[in-house]
Nanobody
Framework: QVQLVESGGGLVQAGGSLRLSCAAS????????MAWYRQAPGKQRDLVAT???????NYADSVKGRFTISRNNAKNTVYLQMNSLTTEDTAVYYC??????????WGQGTQVTVSS
């Protein structure tokens, strides 16, 4: 079992920045892949950024150059630094972990609201 707890969401003006954190606990040794997703009201949940246990990263086209995913292995935490935010980034952001047993775990989500 893996537990994920997100934090760092909030209200920010367009052009501003936020950093989200996702703290993992439990069977963290089994995690191969972590990601951030987001879901805006009335829309599907979309992949934002991914990071492997070896540190390889990928981003959705919509956030490339503005968002950065990183990890601190000592703290078992993954971060999402979000810069140059726009109203289109408003959503609930979810942390996700995929284990070597191909089990998916989700955090509870954190709200990010960008005002114009």
């Amino acid at each position: 079992q893996v537990q994920l707890v997100e934090s760092g969401g909030g209200l920010v003006q367009a052009g501003g920045s936020l950093r989200l954190s996702c703290a993992a606990s439990g069977s963290i040794f089994s995690i191969n892949f972590m990601a951030w997703y987001r879901q805006a009201p009335g829309k599907q949940r979309d992949l934002v950024a991914t990071i492997t246990r070896f540190g390889s990263v990928n981003y959705a086209d919509s956030v490339k150059g503005r968002f950065t995913i990183s990890r601190n292995n000592a703290k078992n935490t993954v971060y999402l630094q979000m810069n140059s935010l726009t109203t289109e980034d408003t959503a609930v952001y979810y942390c996700n972990a995929l284990t070597s047993e191909v089990q998916n775990y989700w955090g509870q989500g954190t709200q990010v609201t960008v005002s114009s």
